[in-house]
């Protein structure tokens, strides 16, 4: 049979961002593809260097179109780091508290995309409903629901009154209620599973190899999670559970991802159960001494690492950013292999691709 | 004869229907839905935009493709809907003819995609003519248990067994529920639209049209909704209740948005299949039970 190489992206129904893969079939079969990287580069590691060191938090809410506050919390937790800056207990409390509520949303958007994929539209659309709940939620906080610009070095910029606690506390309760109909889709819904059981495999040694990180490791049994490993902010405090999956496959990445969504919900009720009095911010310096900090946290896809490096002046003399999809794409290609047109679009929307992140 | 049945009342009913459809589909999702002269906007806003080809295309070939299933399934709705009003359009073998024009449209539709040379063009062709061979035969297999049934191959006699015994529905059932599934095959509805796959395909055959042409195969799909569920009325579900009265009209009418909102709710909670899978359920599932059928049939 003859073999046809069809170009999905760099615009494609499939893609929401610009992505290139070029696929050769054999009939309905994968036997390759080939993946570009880099229609969405915008050199903004390039750029953070020429601006300050607050006028860089702008930028790197701009890394990300859907987790774009961890982008922006990491940042500050590196240069804070720098400056040996104590940050207010209420100030990184609010900082979860969004964090958490990002995740949710970054959460209930992909099961929408995954959704839409595989031709299930009604569920596309009711996750998409209750994701508007949260981000109501987040426009209620900081006055954003996207970017929130609501983190600044040595705290946040907006502190919760009582109103929005309430608010908070009843919009999460109704939260918990949808995802946990969504999840009884994902969980027993046959036609669902029928076209994400046992495709997009990867396994443990795989995704070591790879270095995989974030829900689709933790679908592949491999429990790693920042919030647990290398407790950030005041994670520890909290009671959470990492949740993992043995399978491996797209289906166990959209049950790791709903599990991960009640949980992070539960973190939020837990933190404005908790949330201390007190100052939201401290002052910083104008001077960020010379040295370097490596920042980490665990964004909605997996670890984020930022690296800043100061030379004492007033912008940073590099900042380098590993966001967790590169990790995703370039195990991809192997995922990919083998299995039936029909598939890729579960597959590429099961590794949860952020371009933007990735491209920089 | 150019309002009922012809032409202006197929599609005017067709978009209708297209637009409950529409409708209902976005109420189970949460929205609110589309106005009810959305589909008649679609269409004239498509025959007033520009019509592009790709190069190297045959375009008198390209514009005769459309035209032609249009034409297709015009003729089937004018003698599917004859039927509800009088018998004399009816002749002996009208009901095969009938089932062959309805079949038409997607082997066009397969040549449609092949003649504008695009990838998914071709390979979105390519989807619909493996999907083709499964729901057609289905299709056939199982609505000629309602002929053999009545002992005719004219709708008129299919009807006439059914008003002096029982709707086909009731001994059939198993059949008509299988009839139903080739006519999701034979729309590309949702979970049988795999050529259309908008996350692979984007739209499979149609990603080369566009405008007057494009509306041409819109019109065809539309038609080919309606005579399709009025086919399965008229099959399963004739009776005392059907004869040409306004009473048999209004109820006619009635089974039918009940067929549509069938429809609806299928496309509603369903992936879209696999195409192994969905070859794999209709070879191994669907067409031996419709086999059965017709044997139990022939047997009692």
Not at chain 1, 43 to 59: D, P
Not at chain 1, 123 to 135: C, N, P, Q
Not at chain 1, 170 to 197: H, M, P, Q, W, Y
Request: net charge positive; aromatic share 10%.
């Amino acid at each position: 049979m003859s073999r046809v190489t069809i170009p999905i992206g760099p615009q494609h129904p499939l893609l929401k961002e610009p992505l290139s893969f070029n696929i050769t079939l054999e009939g309905e079969n994968v036997i390759d593809s080939v993946l570009r990287l880099g229609y969405v580069h915008r050199g903004i590691e390039k750029l953070a260097q020429s601006r300050s060191f607050v006028q860089n938090i702008t930028l790197f809410e701009r890394v990300c179109g859907i987790c774009s506050h961890i982008h922006t919390t990491t940042y500050c937790q590196a240069v804070e780091g720098l400056l040996g800056l104590e940050v207010p207990r209420r100030g990184v409390y609010i900082r979860m508290l969004l964090c958490e509520l990002e995740r949710i949303h970054s959460h209930l958007l992909w099961l929408g995309v995954l959704a839409k994929n595989i031709g299930l539209n009604t569920v596309f659309m009711y996750a998409w409903r209750d994701r508007e709940i949260v981000l109501d939620l987040m426009e209620e906080i900081s006055g954003g629901r996207v970017s929130h610009a609501i983190n600044t070095i040595g705290g946040v910029r907006k502190d919760l009154n009582q109103d929005q606690m309430k608010k908070l506390t009843v919009g999460l309760d109704e939260l918990i209620g949808r995802v946990k109909d969504l999840l009884r889709i994902v969980k027993n819904d046959r036609s669902f599973k029928a076209r994400t059981r046992g495709i997009g495999f990867l396994s443990q040694e795989d995704v070591r190899r790879y270095c995989v990180v974030g829900p689709v490791a933790r679908a592949s049994g491999v429990g790693i999670d920042l919030r647990k490993d290398a407790p950030y902010a005041y994670y520890d405090e909290l009671s959470f559970n990492v949740v993992t999956m043995n399978e491996g496959d797209v289906w166990a990445r959209a049950m790791v991802r709903i599990h991960e969504t009640t949980e992070a919900i539960r973190l939020c009720q837990q933190m404005v159960e908790k949330l201390p009095s007190g100052e939201i911010s401290a002052t910083m310096k104008r001077k960020v001494p010379a040295g370097e900090f490596i920042s980490r946290s665990e964004a909605p896809r997996g670890e984020v690492i930022y690296f800043v490096k100061s030379d004492g002046s007033q912008t940073p003399a590099r900042v380098k950013v590993r966001t967790p999809t590169l990790t995703a794409l370039i195990t991809l290609p192997q995922q990919l292999r083998g299995l039936q047109m029909a598939d890729v679009s579960a597959v590429v929307a099961g590794v949860d691709l952020c371009i933007a992140c990735a491209d920089r | 004869m150019m309002i009922f049945p012809g032409f202006l009342f197929l599609v005017a009913l067709g978009m209708l229907f297209h637009w409950i459809d529409r409708k209902l589909i976005a109420r189970f999702e949460g929205r609110i839905g589309p106005p009810w002269y959305q589909p008649l906007a679609d269409t004239i806003k498509l025959f007033a935009k520009e019509d592009i080809l790709p190069i190297g295309t045959n375009e008198a070939f390209a514009l005769l493709l459309p035209l032609t299933s249009f034409a297709t399934v015009l003729t089937a709705g004018y003698y599917i809907f004859s039927a509800f009003l009088t018998s004399s359009t009816s002749f002996e073998g009208d009901f095969i003819m009938i089932v062959f024009l309805l079949s038409l449209p997607s082997l066009l539709f397969f040549l449609g995609g092949w003649t504008t040379s695009g990838v998914y063009s071709i390979l979105g062709g390519n989807r619909s003519l493996l999907q083709y061979f499964s729901y057609e035969v289905l299709f056939l297999v199982t609505l000629s248990g309602a002929s053999i049934a009545s002992g005719s191959w004219s709708l008129q006699g299919i009807r006439a067994a059914q008003e002096s015994g029982l709707p086909f529905v009731i001994p059939q059932f198993v059949g008509f529920l299988l009839a139903m599934a080739g006519l999701i095959g034979k729309l590309k509805r949702s979970p049988y639209d795999i050529p259309k796959a908008k996350s692979e395909m984007i739209v499979g055959p149609l990603t080369e049209y566009s405008g007057k042409k494009l509306a041409m195969w819109k019109l065809t799909d539309y038609v080919q909704t309606v005579a399709g569920i009025a086919l399965l009325v008229q099959c399963y579900f004739s009776g005392l209740w059907t004869t040409y009265s306004p009473v048999g009209i209004f109820t006619s009418i009635l089974l039918m948005l009940g067929l549509q909102f069938a429809l609806s709710v299928i496309s509603a909670i369903f992936t879209r299949l696999r195409i192994d899978q969905l070859i794999d359920l209709n070879w191994r599932l669907f067409i031996p039970l419709s086999l059965l059928q017709n044997i139990l049939i022939i047997i009692l």
